[in-house]
């Protein structure tokens, strides 16, 4: 769904409760504190100087429960003083912004303040992850690159940046991961959490940190690309796949955002290879929809605290 068709589908509060409803509850509404299916509905008036923030409540029928309820209750849209609309605008900007949507630019699209943008911006993204433990397989291209400021030559290249791996099935989805280092340990653990042991084909460049021979990797066929020779391609053995994405993502970096915050900038790599893994889904305002409809609410401060996220560490054994 396009902006155009959001904008004419969701003109009024009733209309995005509506769909909203239907997304969450596909086969009719449950009670979200019971899972009772005998609920009622209860319509109120909402003004501008109303303290009612929804038009449409639901009251739970069975009698040890009574819950009243809303649409928004216990997902991501709870507590949100920006009106439905403004959600799925944001919504469609963002799932078809190529090179991502900064909070800057939402600012200006919706007409709200800086901070709701961001706020708003980041509550989308963080449906946008992928929980579903499927592990790559087949073909797989692994790669790192490099995100943060500006420093002069590779020997210092760790001192302002953070590193990003890139895990990319040929074929299929896309993976990138926020991690500490560029270690051989760090990077394997990495891989295992997201490469299925029984991969067929690992493709890699030459550098050190990618030796599986006493891995669970240690069956799988490991050729590498030496890029320390000026060597790029060699029959199918390359690292082209993957590094096709980091050029988008840089491009998005560098065009879009501009800088990106270390500490959410795993968020953002899950926005990036969420729509990159999706790119041919006409349903992917519908499917992104539904995934907030579903996420548990994020306050405001667990957002902005010290450690609202932490990169992929190697565990200590």
């Known amino acids: 769904m396009k902006l155009i068709e959001v904008t004419k589908a969701f003109a009024s509060e009733e209309q995005c409760l509506a769909y909203l409803e239907a997304s969450r509850w596909p086969h009719g509404v449950r009670c979200v504190t019971c899972g009772n299916d005998k609920i009622s509905r209860i319509t109120r008036k909402v003004t ?16 040890t429960c009574k819950q009243q309820f809303s649409a928004t209750t216990g997902t991501i849209f709870n507590g949100s003083h920006l009106s439905l609309d403004k959600w799925y605008m944001a919504i469609a900007l963002m799932v078809d912004a190529k090179k991502g949507m900064s909070a800057l630019q939402l600012q200006r699209h919706l007409k709200v303040n800086y901070r709701t943008a961001w706020y708003l911006a980041h509550r989308i993204r963080e ?5 579903d433990g499927l592990k790559l397989t087949g073909t797989v291209e692994i790669d790192e690159t490099y995100i943060g400021g500006r420093q002069r030559g590779h020997r210092r290249k760790l001192k302002n940046k953070d590193v990003v791996l890139g895990i990319r099935q040929r074929g299929g989805p896309l993976r990138l991961v926020q991690v500490q280092d560029n270690k051989a340990g760090t990077l394997y653990e990495a891989i295992a959490q997201n490469v299925d042991k029984n991969v067929s084909n690992i493709m890699t460049d030459d550098a050190g940190a990618y030796d599986f021979r006493i891995t669970q990797f ?5 050729a590498k690309i030496r890029h320390s020779h000026k ?13 096709n994405a980091f050029s988008l993502l840089k491009r998005a970096v560098i065009g879009t955002y501009h800088q990106l915050s270390i500490k959410h900038l795993q968020r953002y790599l899950n926005e990036f290879s969420y729509r990159f893994n999706r790119r041919e889904d006409a349903a992917l305002f519908e499917q992104t929809v ?10 405001y401060g667990k957002l902005i605290e010290q450690n609202a996220f932490t990169p992929f560490v190697r565990p200590v054994r």
Do not use: F, I, W
């Not at 409540?57 to 009698?63: G, H, N």
């Open 48 to 63: 501008k100087n109303s303290d009612n923030k929804r038009a449409q409540l639901y009251q739970c029928l069975e009698p």
């Open 127 to 131: 449906a946008m992850s992928d929980p």
């Open 218 to 222: 240690r069956k799988a066929k490991h």
């Open 231 to 243: 060597e790029y391609v060699r029959g199918d053995v390359h690292t082209n796949t993957v590094e």
């Open 290 to 299: 539904m995934r907030l409809a579903k996420a548990k609410p994020m306050p």
